[in-house]
């Protein structure tokens, strides 16, 4: 079965991997969390992922500037500094011997309850932070052949309910809107905002290319997506007119070209919405183009981080 543009092929070096718990390294078979943390409780936390080439994460500092406004904003203390947080994934790294074609998993929740219930002040020590290192790389195909997308009934909603912005553990309405798509033989979700307008996909953000211009939704229902944006960036660096903005999916179905974001799999076409093939069903020059802009720009990134680091 599909799993859309998180299809990975199965790695057996992942049976060994050591993941990172509170400053601990455990066998995969020996990481777990008590039955008493937030986030197993009540999903209380926030998470990134994140991509690892040549031994660097990609756009660490971004990930990491979403990471802690998240925490903030839901008054939890992740207990580590910046740095201190990335000494603990470039640790984690070391202690897997890893370098390239890696996905970490990077998460915090709000720490041990003294009991299963809501209220934040009954937890009774300090953040629970584990970084999962795997070695894990999206299919070629993928990126070939792309996906086909199903628009769920289940909307992204106002931020006064649940805020898109937060990257946070609880994602029950992301994976309500996952479970319809593939019920109905698509690889992810396409979802609509309150007002009926597209938003985004359920783990990925959703573009389309129209007569020469990209469109994506204006943000608001929506997770600040660090890929999404640096789409944005590139392909306004490029001379692609690229544009946040308002459309239904009259302006989807009638689209030259569409594609999705994400930190895993980068750039990836769409082939097909809601029973309608997009452009010949194939990936578009627009696609291809952006895919070779958006490498270009995760070279670039990791080359300054390694400038970095060698003058530190």
Known sequence: MSHGSHDYA???????????????????????????DSGFVLGDGVWEGLRIVDGHPAFLDAHLDRLYEGAKAIAM?????????TGAI??????????????????VTRGLKRTPYQDPRVVIGPATIVIIPEYKNPLPETAERGLKLFTVHVRRGYPDVQDPKLNSHSKLNCITACIQAYTAGADEGLMLDPHGFVATCNSTHFFIARKGEVWTSTGQYCLGGITRSNV???????????????????????????????????????????????GDGRRGPM??????????????????????????
């Open 10 to 36: 199965d790695d057996p070096r992942n049976r060994d991997i050591l993941i990172y718990i509170n400053g601990a390294m455990k066998r995969r078979e020996e990481a777990t969390v008590s039955v008493f």
């Open 77 to 85: 203390d992740i207990g580590l500094d910046r740095e201190a947080l």
């Open 90 to 107: 470039y640790r984690t790294l070391a202690a897997n011997q890893m370098h390239d074609g890696v996905h970490v998993r990077l998460m």
């Open 232 to 278: 944005l960036a590139v392909c306004r660096e490029a001379g692609i007119a690229a544009f946040e903005k308002t459309f239904s999916l009259t302006d989807v179905y009638g689209a030259d070209e569409a594609f999705v974001t994400g930190t895993f799999a980068g750039v990836v076409p769409v082939r097909e919405i809601d029973g309608r093939v997009v």
């Open 287 to 312: 696609v291809e183009r952006i895919q070779s802009l958006y490498k270009a720009h995760v070279a670039r990134d990791i080359a300054a981080r390694k400038a970095r680091s060698l003058s530190a």
